[in-house]
Each structure stands twice: as structure tokens, then as C-alpha cells.
């Protein structure tokens, strides 16, 4: 069965960077886009980025433009997200999101578990 396994996540001071992973099997993981998703404590869903199946064009969200980072291992079957430059406004659990087609486009079937990224002084 599709899983996706963040470890990762946890805690930083503002300015500061985190990278989170994404391990993905049940599927063939360089067949599809995926993405990074997050939800702020009593805020909704917010899409964070996308990325091809093959990795050849990514998408943000304008939140997190020229600060976080998406990128993909198909040979590993991973997802990367890193991030950089770190706000308070970017604490929020974080979901690895499989995408059912190889573009990006908001057609999520499988979520992961999520993974806690807290920014503070």
C-alpha cells in the first residue's frame, strides 16, 4: 500500500533552516508530482509546493517564494523540502502529498502523516 513517512520536522529559532524528507514506496514514486502541504495551529489547509514527477519544474506558494526549496530523489524515492530564512508564521504541522497525475495540480489521493515544524525564539 502507498505510504509516506516524514521524519524530520522540529524546532527552530527565526532565520533559521530545516529540511524535511519524504519517503515514499507502494508506488511508482518518479510517476507522479508531489507535494508539500501545511496547517498552522487553528488555520486551514494551505498548499506550500509542488514538484513535477520528473523533478523538471516546481511551483510555490508566494508565502514561501525564494526561501523554501522543493526538490526530489527518484532513484531514492524521497522528497525534499528545504527551507530557509524561517518566519514564526511558518510554524504549522507539514504533509507530504502525492499528486495523481505527473504535473502538479491540486489532485491529492495520498497524504502523509505530518511533521511538526515550530519557528521561536
Known amino acids: 500500500q502507498v505510504q509516506l513517512v516524514e521524519p524530520g520536522g522540529g524546532l527552530t529559532q527565526p532565520g533559521g533552516s530545516l529540511r524535511l524528507s519524504c519517503a515514499a514506496s507502494g508506488f511508482t514514486f518518479s510517476s507522479y508530482a508531489m507535494s508539500w502541504a501545511r496547517q498552522a495551529p487553528g488555520k486551514g489547509l494551505e498548499w506550500v509546493s509542488g514538484?513535477?514527477?520528473?523533478?523538471?519544474?516546481?511551483y510555490y506558494a508566494d508565502s514561501v517564494k525564494g526561501r523554501f526549496t522543493i526538490s526530489r530523489d527518484n532513484a531514492k524515492n524521497t522528497l525534499y523540502l528545504q527551507m530557509n530564512s524561517l518566519k514564526p508564521e511558518d510554524t504549522a504541522l507539514y504533509y507530504c502529498?502525492?499528486?495523481?497525475?505527473?504535473?502538479?495540480?491540486?489532485?491529492?489521493?495520498?497524504w502523509g502523516q505530518g511533521t511538526q515544524v515550530t519557528v521561536s525564539s
Open positions: 502529498v502525492k499528486e495523481r497525475t505527473r504535473r502538479p495540480n491540486f489532485d491529492y489521493d495520498y
Open positions: 514538484i513535477y514527477s520528473d523533478g523538471s519544474d516546481t
